[in-house]
T-cell receptor, first 118, second 113 residues
Framework: GAVVSQHPSWVICKSGTSVKIECRSL??????MFWYRQFPKQSLMLMAT?????????EQGVEKDKFLINHASLTLSTLTVTSAHPEDSSFYIC??????????????FGPGTRLTVT | RKEVEQDPGPFNVPEGATVAFNCTYS??????FFWYRQDCRKEPKLLMS???SGNEDGRFTAQLNRASQYISLLIRDSKLSDSATYLC??????????????FGQGTRLTINP
């Protein structure tokens, strides 16, 4: 099946610093990747939709200047959390849609990145 | 009203029991429906898609009622390995024509030996 990787799997950073998370589709091309955030005991919340070669589309309430998304190729999207604060501590998960999936809408999820801001 | 609502849980059932999860969605234009499984501190994994005709995969049966905007998942002969959080997921079409998945809050299931 389709594989999506994320790096790093976990990161601890100090308040005020920036953290970059990478999401890669390993064996398929993805024009669209999605970034989710999950707080403890809550469900996944879509943050933004990342389209290759164009600007990301952010969900309501998500600060685009704080969560920078770059989707420079069909296999890589990055999320940068700028000036991180403790309330940004969360589980960040990316997913990608396989171009060949046709009419079946299925996303493949990365293993997630656990961010802790101290 | 939340776009996707699930039983709050948690469910604690003995091994071998049958357990049912329910889910309702608010967007009548929703196109696709799924059940995902998420283990603790892991990413969600697709369990099965849900079709109007109902579908079965081994011990798992999913059903969709479009008129009632209701989705269900039935697990028969539950195993210890079924312990996880089950997420009801709906694919919706936004006003701009984009597709996105909306997740329910999940129902935690624990199977006891």
């Amino acid at each position: 099946g389709a594989v999506v990787s994320q790096h790093p799997s976990w990161v601890i950073c100090k308040s005020g610093t920036s953290v970059k998370i990478e999401c890669r589709s390993l064996d398929f091309q993805a024009t669209t990747m999605f970034w989710y955030r999950q707080f403890p005991k809550q469900s996944l919340m879509l943050m933004a939709t990342s389209n290759e070669g164009s600007k990301a589309t952010y969900e309501q309430g998500v600060e685009k200047d704080k969560f920078l998304i770059n989707h420079a190729s069909l296999t890589l999207s990055t999320l940068t959390v700028t000036s991180a604060h403790p309330e940004d501590s969360s589980f960040y998960i990316c997913s990608a849609r396989d171009l060949t999936s046709g009419g079946i809408y299925e996303q493949y999820f990365g293993p997630g990145t656990r961010l802790t801001v101290t | 009203r939340k776009e996707v609502e699930q039983d709050p849980g948690p469910f604690n059932v003995p091994e071998g029991a049958t357990v049912a999860f329910n889910c309702t969605y608010s967007n009548s234009a929703s196109q696709s429906f799924f059940w995902y499984r998420q283990d603790c501190r892991k990413e969600p994994k697709l369990l099965m898609s849900v079709y109007s005709s109902g579908n079965e995969d081994g011990r798992f049966t999913a059903q969709l009622n479009r008129a009632s905007q209701y989705i269900s998942l039935l697990i028969r002969d539950s195993k210890l390995s079924d312990s996880a959080t089950y997420l009801c997921v709906v694919n919706i079409i936004t006003s701009s024509g984009a597709q996105k998945l909306v997740f329910g809050q999940g129902t935690r299931l624990t199977i006891n030996p």
